[in-house]
Structures are given as C-alpha cells and as structure tokens.
C-alpha cells in the first residue's frame, strides 16, 4: 500500500563514544533487523571515523550517503571512496549504492523555519493518531 517505515539515528558517534559498550550490541540487532523487515534506517553523524561508524553500520547499511567532508578518509569512511571532501558545503552528495559507481545529487535546500513546520505537522498528526487509538 505505498507505507514505508523509516528510522533515524542522528548522532550516532556520540552514542558510540559514550556508551560504547551497551550500545554496539543493541545496534547491530536493530539494524539487522531493520534490513531483513525492509526497513530504512539512517545513521547520521558529523564526525565520520572507524571509532563512530561501526563496521555493522556498513556491512547493514546497503547505500551509503555522504555530504562535504573535512577529509578524503571520512569520505572513503562513509562511502567507500574519496570525493566528498571536494564537495561544495551545501547542495550536493555522494551516494554509493551496492553494485553501483559512485554517483553525485542536488540536493534541496530545507531550511530550519521549514524543518520545524514539517515536525510540527509529523507530531500533530502523531498525537491525533494516538489519542484516536486509545479512544477506539
């Protein structure tokens, strides 16, 4: 019927510097379990190294994306080769698919006022949704 299930980890370095420990197991379930359901899941984080994207990050994670990077090794950390660190800061990406070349987007421009909106909608319609299944 068109419905897709999405999870978001935003952060996740700060999740594997500080707790490390609990978290990588707990993690490598989730996204395992996540690509046998075909569930989209997307980690995210400002600081790509082998110490914040974990190796079951990118044997779960079938297409990597990566935005500007600071350096060629954080763009070969994320997708498999160097080129993001040559990026223009906003605007564009690099994507590796599997079995595919890597290959450059446009990307939109989504600004905060428009981000905030767009939460306040999702969670509106969260909340209508939740109060209308326990009233049922």
């Known amino acids: 019927d068109g419905e897709r299930v999405f999870v978001f980890i935003d952060e996740i370095g700060d999740l594997m510097l500080t707790c490390k420990r609990e ?9 395992q379990l996540c690509r046998a359901a ?3 899941i997307f980690c995210a984080s400002q600081s790509p190294s082998r110490a914040t994207i974990p190796a079951c990050c990118q044997l779960n994670c079938t297409v990597k994306i990566a935005l500007r990077c600071d350096t060629a090794i954080e763009s070969r950390q994320v997708v498999g080769e160097p080129g993001a660190e ?3 800061q906003y605007g564009y990406c690099l994507m590796k698919q599997p079995g595919e070349p890597i290959s450059k987007h446009a990307l939109p421009y989504v ?7 767009v ?3 999702v969670y509106e319609a969260t909340v209508a949704m939740m109060r209308s299944a326990v009233l049922s």
């Open 111 to 117: 600004t905060d006022a428009e981000t905030e909106r």
């Open 86 to 88: 040559s990026l223009p």
């Open 23 to 31: 978290f990588l197991p707990r993690l490598t379930h989730l996204l």
């Open 38 to 40: 075909g569930i989209t």
């Open 119 to 121: 939460m306040r909608e």
